[in-house]
């Protein structure tokens, strides 16, 4: 299974991007998706969740309210709308895969992505 993400890019504080992750070699609704962040200096963070087998979501305090985690196992991707973004939401953002919500969540997931960035300005 290979990740790729999407979207990152500049953005002023209020505004929105959506970022993707499109797996290749197939993450049906029996991978638990999620996303993670990492800003300079800081620890890789958890963001948010999709659960395996359809049993929904799950976020980071400090995103609720304002990241939107959603998947579309047609097309095999999964995707994360980000509103009214802060300069703080600035960091490197990956996401990753396994067939363990727990594993996910905690970032022991078996399949990574390199990264999309995120920058968000005052």
């Known amino acids: 299974v290979q990740l790729i993400e999407s979207g990152g890019g500049s953005v002023q504080a209020g505004g929105s991007l959506r970022l993707s992750c499109a797996a290749s070699?197939?993450?049906?609704?029996?991978?638990?998706v999620g996303w993670f962040r990492q800003a300079p200096g800081k620890e890789r963070e958890f963001v948010a969740v999709f659960r395996r087998g359809g049993r929904g979501t799950y976020y980071a305090d400090s995103i609720k309210g304002r990241f939107t985690i959603s998947r579309d196992n047609a097309k095999n991707t999964v995707y994360l709308q980000m509103n009214s973004l802060k300069p703080e939401d600035t960091a490197l953002y990956y996401c990753?895969?396994?067939?363990?919500?727990?594993?996910?969540?905690?970032?022991?997931?078996?399949?990574w992505g390199q990264g999309t960035q995120v920058t968000v300005s005052s």
């Open positions: 070699g197939g993450t049906s609704s029996g991978y638990a």
């Open positions: 990753t895969a396994s067939t363990s919500d727990i594993s996910t969540i905690k970032g022991l997931g078996d399949y």
